[in-house]
């Protein structure tokens, strides 16, 4: 980590620079991927399936029976875990719908708003050596709170066909019952627009490799909305000196290894934490499997030294961290200051750890800064929200002439008209055409 | 119009779709203006308005006296109706935040969210013959209702240099005070990268032409939020025997005239309806100034005939309007059924146009059949949520276990780490290092 001690603000802006990621090189291969799935369906699917994933499937579905085998092939230890996180991810998430109070603008004029459940939602589960379980919780969970009627899965299957155990028995936990070992860019393609086994969804779900984020950015285009773009995952650490070097480094470590491109931030006002955080990090690395990742994410983030806890509150703000940890004196008022961040881990025991897998709160957060407009995956994503108006004959009368007259002004005749038409029908008593 | 009648329902497909619109030729006009007011700033924003707006600046900014000014040249009654329209438009925005509940999901572990106004956005009004002054109310006041700490507008000015006195009044009215004289896809670039008078913005709203539109969805790749990309406007009317067909030809024709490439549906139990709302519509439309838009739109549109008003919704659900008109008996109770529409017009005497302007409903809503997945706008588009999380030393008893089984199973031994460093600290005792 390079140290930075008391930047001035006007350096900041390069200090909470994320790392620039060129994606153009891969724009028009997954842009043939999206044509040739979409023109040749299922067939563009194996093919793509045979050269990315090394696999040759009939079936392209998972099948009742392998769902079923799934929970026989895991540890009863690794189960309970999961439980436990899906009853803490349930609770956090089962916020109710706020729904339809109605609201009286003008005399006889009510309007109001329903909140509504997606029809069709598709949720990308990214493969590699390890099962992704927990973003299989992260993200079936709100879908089916939300009532989403539609809900399917892709992840991409092994060498041998399969889907990992731990993924399915995650799934079927959480109610999704349709399942396709799909994965890359073709997946994104065949749920935006669908093959013949493959049903078409409204909004896709889900982190991915750069192909499949290239891939949501290109179909988003053509009008399926996407939950974010993901990018490498980040932490910033706000610690003063209560805060414990111990904890401090772990959390750092944790987020360095998800991969060379992870970014952390350690913003503190002792210079003493920072050299005992720095020794604890050397000592922990070395046991970690994933070392390598971990070095060279480090190598290059950033240790800040700053003067007090409101100016390193005002730097990770403007860093805007997919985490925030606030390791400090009176964390939960400091916490109040936070205004771009995607989820916070409060006081020194809050690891992030904790919120990757099952305090309760999504681990699906806007990165690369865009936590400055964008939120986390919640219920509300799986949802939209849709307004509705009433008039009555007093409404009309009361509003007809204002709209008469800004109609008028912005040159638009028929929208005048249809209120005068309305109000002429009235006359000033009764009128039976109603 | 065409009238298609008892249509079955596997050419339901065709009926529903948009005309496709070719986007591509200009995104390599786009993405040369925002490459050139990313290098040059202001110098490139004052080319590309003397070439596209045909007017020199030397001030870019509105200033105080031309704000100061605006309202001496509306008309009271003009005036009058934009306070009506703002209070209503207030009142139905005006929902407070949900925030913070906090939930205990595990005994120890304790998790909220907050609701935040994101910091700096960016406001576009459309220029051309008329003042838009309804979009002006339709984003600012949101806008200011979220706590937005910084709003900006910018829309093209007039061939004079200046900005139709309407539009700033209700800008004024608004809380705006930054408005800027840029158009275009440089008020985009500007807004997205900033410039020396300009500053950058973290989320841009507003309505646009193609090139605004384009302008929007390629910033938005460089990370900066953008409300909905805006397509032609469109309405669906849903009506049986009930209904007035003068007042549906009057709501039809006001969607049409918004140009030619409108969209508008109408869906009707009944035969004879459809009928007398054709002749209405040959009637009303003589007298329209935009006539020539309203023939071209209807051109394109179809009347459909179905069986009963249940049919008539699968219908209009599918179609997924940005308007949808109900004026058939027990509107309200067939509005509960309604799964995909921005906002909606209940009952005879709720023309679309109220909405347009004054009910109080946002009229920024999603076309192209996007509210399958999207909202209109409303406080929460100004604002993001942010999750928090803090943890006792009998929640991580609890749930660290839980946290470590999971972490190992996905391989991120680091992450178990963060857990297993912290309980093992406690000991099974009190410990001073917390």
Same mark, same amino acid.
């Given at each position: 980590?390079?140290?930075?001690?008391?930047?001035?603000?006007?350096?900041?802006?390069?200090?909470?620079?994320?790392?620039?990621?060129?994606?153009?090189?891969?724009?028009?291969?997954?842009?043939?991927?999206?044509?040739?799935?979409?023109?040749?369906?299922?067939?563009?699917?194996?093919?793509?399936?045979?050269?990315?994933?090394?696999?040759?499937?009939?079936?392209?579905?998972?099948?009742?029976?392998?769902?079923?085998?799934?929970?026989?092939?895991?540890?009863?230890?690794?189960?309970?875990?999961?439980?436990?996180?899906?009853?803490?991810?349930?609770?956090?998430?089962?916020?109710?719908?706020?729904?339809?109070?109605?609201?009286?603008?003008?005399?006889?004029?009510?309007?109001?708003?329903?909140?509504?459940?997606?029809?069709?939602?598709?949720?990308?589960?990214?493969?590699?050596?390890?099962?992704?379980?927990?973003?299989?919780?992260?993200?079936?969970?709100?879908?089916?709170?939300?009532?989403?009627?539609?809900?399917?899965?892709?992840?991409?299957?092994?060498?041998?066909?399969?889907?990992?155990?731990?993924?399915?028995?995650?799934?079927?936990?959480?109610?999704?019952?349709?399942?396709?070992?799909?994965?890359?860019?073709?997946?994104?393609?065949?749920?935006?627009?669908?093959?013949?086994?493959?049903?078409?969804?409204?909004?896709?779900?889900?982190?991915?490799?750069?192909?499949?984020?290239?891939?949501?950015?290109?179909?988003?285009?053509?009008?399926?909305?996407?939950?974010?773009?993901?990018?490498?995952?980040?932490?910033?650490?706000?610690?003063?000196?209560?805060?414990?070097?111990?904890?401090?480094?772990?959390?750092?470590?944790?987020?360095?290894?998800?991969?060379?491109?992870?970014?952390?931030?350690?913003?503190?006002?002792?210079?003493?934490?920072?050299?005992?955080?720095?020794?604890?990090?050397?000592?922990?690395?070395?046991?970690?499997?994933?070392?390598?990742?971990?070095?060279? =994410?480090?190598?290059?983030? %950033? #240790?800040?030294? @700053?003067?007090?806890? *409101?100016?390193?509150?005002?730097?990770?703000?403007? !860093? $805007?961290?997919?985490?925030?940890?606030?390791?400090?004196?009176?964390?939960?008022?400091? =916490?109040?200051?936070?205004? %771009? #961040?995607?989820? @916070?881990?409060?006081? *020194?025991?809050?690891?992030?750890?904790?919120?990757? !897998? $099952?305090?309760?709160?999504?681990?699906?957060?806007?990165?690369?800064?865009?936590?400055? =407009?964008?939120?986390?995956?919640?219920?509300?994503?799986?949802?939209?929200?849709?307004?509705?108006?009433?008039?009555?004959?007093?409404?009309?009368?009361?509003?007809?002439?204002?709209?008469?007259?800004?109609?008028?002004?912005?040159?638009?005749?028929?929208?005048?008209?249809?209120?005068?038409?309305?109000?002429?029908?009235?006359?000033?008593?009764?009128?039976?055409?109603?």
């Amino acid at each position: 980590m390079k140290v930075i001690k008391y930047p001035a603000r006007d350096t900041w802006t390069e200090i909470v620079r994320r790392p620039y990621h060129d994606c153009d090189s891969i724009d028009p291969i997954v842009s043939q991927i999206l044509d040739d799935v979409r023109a040749r369906g299922d067939d563009a699917v194996r093919d793509y399936g045979r050269r990315f994933d090394g696999v040759e499937l009939l079936d392209l579905e998972v099948s009742a029976p392998e769902f079923a085998s799934a929970a026989n092939d895991i540890s009863d230890e690794l189960k309970n875990a999961i439980l436990v996180a899906k009853k803490n991810i349930e609770t956090f998430h089962n916020v109710p719908f706020e729904d339809g109070r109605e609201v009286e603008t003008t005399d006889g004029v009510f309007c109001w708003r329903r909140r509504v459940a997606i029809e069709k939602v598709g949720l990308y589960v990214p493969g590699g050596t390890a099962s992704l379980f927990s973003t299989v919780l992260m993200l079936a969970i709100p879908a089916r709170l939300a009532g989403c009627r539609e809900t399917v899965m892709f992840s991409p299957p092994a060498g041998d066909g399969k889907i990992n155990p731990v993924t399915l028995y995650a799934a079927q936990l959480c109610g999704v019952t349709k399942f396709y070992k799909i994965g890359g860019a073709q997946a994104i393609a065949a749920m935006a627009y669908g093959t013949k086994t493959v049903p078409s969804v409204y909004k896709i779900f889900g982190p991915g490799n750069q192909f499949v984020t290239e891939a949501k950015r290109q179909v988003s285009r053509a009008g399926v909305a996407i939950d974010m773009l993901a990018g490498p995952s980040e932490v910033a650490v706000l610690a003063d000196e209560t805060a414990n070097p111990t904890f401090v480094a772990a959390d750092l470590l944790s987020q360095a290894e998800h991969g060379p491109d992870s970014q952390v931030l350690f913003v503190s006002t002792s210079d003493q934490l920072i050299d005992r955080v720095l020794s604890e990090i050397k000592r922990q690395i070395t046991t970690l499997p994933r070392r390598e990742y971990a070095e060279q =994410a480090l190598c290059q983030s %950033n #240790a800040v030294l @700053v003067g007090d806890v *409101n100016t390193g509150l005002d730097l990770t703000n403007e !860093y $805007a961290p997919e985490h925030l940890i606030i390791a400090t004196e009176l964390a939960e008022e400091v =916490a109040r200051g936070v205004v %771009n #961040a995607g989820s @916070v881990f409060v006081g *020194n025991l809050a690891c992030e750890s904790a919120g990757d !897998y $099952a305090s309760g709160t999504n681990h699906t957060l806007p990165t690369n800064g865009s936590s400055r =407009a964008f939120s986390g995956l919640s219920v509300e994503s799986f949802t939209k929200t849709i307004t509705f108006q009433r008039i009555t004959r007093e409404g009309l009368r009361n509003l007809g002439p204002s709209i008469e007259v800004m109609a008028r002004a912005e040159g638009l005749n028929a929208h005048e008209q249809a209120v005068s038409i309305r109000l002429e029908s009235f006359g000033g008593a009764e009128c039976s055409i109603l």
